[in-house]
């Protein structure tokens, strides 16, 4: 379970069988999500077309659709797999967000179409 104050939980690992440790040893461990999880945006967090990310200065956001109005939303991103990018916070698994972003201001009133 995740300490929310820390944000930070516990692993035990064991070194492979036959592996001798000497004193001393470290061991530098990366926790990968399941093959294709962020592409395919089945990870726990949501994934958006990198097309879709707006960068202004060091913010890093998209536009999403709000009762038919465009609205800049300020995301923390993750890591970019391929054309994907993976939100880690800032967006809802249910926000429209507009792929093709080019030119749009925050406030513009779009339409959803086919």
Do not use: K, Q
Not at 62 to 80: I, K, P, Y
């Amino acid at each position: 379970m995740t300490d929310f104050a820390t944000r930070s939980r516990v692993a035990r690992l064991r070194p492979a069988a036959g592996t001798h440790l000497e004193a001393g040893a470290f061991a530098r461990v990366r926790l990968a999500a399941a093959a294709g999880a962020v592409a395919a945006g089945t990870g726990s967090a949501p994934a958006v077309p990198a097309a879709a990310i707006i960068v202004r200065g060091g913010l890093t956001g998209v536009f999403v659709v709000e009762d038919g109005v465009a609205r800049l939303r300020w995301l923390r991103v993750g890591r970019r797999v391929g054309g994907v990018v993976e939100v880690l916070a800032g967006l809802a698994s249910e926000d429209a967000v507009i792929v093709s972003p080019a030119g749009l201001v925050d406030g513009r009133s779009v339409r959803i179409g086919s």
